[in-house]
Every structure is written in C-alpha cells, then in structure tokens.
C-alpha cells in the first residue's frame, strides 16, 4: 500500500469517528515519518562508492593506491595483477584505463592555511 493510500484510509476512518483526532495525527505522523527515512544502501553499494584513486600511492593514474586502501591489498600487488592481465590480451591495460578515466581522485588532506604577507 502507498503512503497516499493509507493516508486516504486513515482519513476514512478518521471521518468515521473510529480514530480520535490525537490516534489520527500519530498514525499520519508514524506514516509520514516512514516514508521520509529512506533505506540506506548497500554496504558493498557504499563500499564501491566510497572507491577513489589515491594521491600518495601512485605510479600514473593513483588506481592501484585507491584499489589497496579499499581493498587492504598492498598495493604492489594490485599492480602485479594489473600486470598479468596486461599480458593476457591486454585487459588489464584496459581495466586500468577505464578505472584512472571513471574513479574520482581523492580529495586533499587539508593542510596548514597558507598567510598571505
């Protein structure tokens, strides 16, 4: 049933003398109040969204750093694996691609404001 429709139902019944005016208001706020929490995502949805490329641990594009902090891998590994797939048709020259062109970079660490003499 859609929140509209039970807020129909309930202003039926509240028509109808069977809810009191304080019933009704705390039944249209519990049903309210329902449809405004929204359900969060996925942990692995949050996990893969949460996938930036790194500033600190890069060779060329930072994927391989972004990929270990996700993961916990090392990141040398990550690189070796890069690697192998580069040498079995090309995929991982690709892959890796794909990834510096699409994953955002990390944002700065703030850092010590700069004065301006």
């Excluded at 039944?27 to 405004?36: I, M, N, Y």
């Excluded at 996700?70 to 890069?82: H, V």
């Excluded at 995929?91 to 990390?106: A, C, I, M, N, S």
Aim: charge should be neutral.
């Amino acid at each position: 049933m859609t929140d509209s429709e039970e807020l129909a139902r309930l202003g039926e019944l509240h028509q109808r003398g069977v809810l009191s005016d304080d019933e009704f208001a705390r039944a249209k706020a519990r049903v309210l109040q329902g449809r405004a929490s929204s359900p969060s995502p996925a942990p692995i949805v949050a996990t893969i969204n949460s996938l930036r490329r790194s500033r600190d641990d890069r060779w060329l594009g930072g994927v391989c750093g972004g990929l270990s902090q996700l993961s916990g891998l090392e990141s040398w590994a990550i690189r070796l694996l890069f690697v192998l797939l580069l040498l079995v048709g090309g995929t991982g020259g690709f892959l890796y691609l794909l990834l510096w062109v699409l994953v955002p970079q990390e944002e700065p660490a703030p850092g010590p404001a700069l004065s301006q003499r």
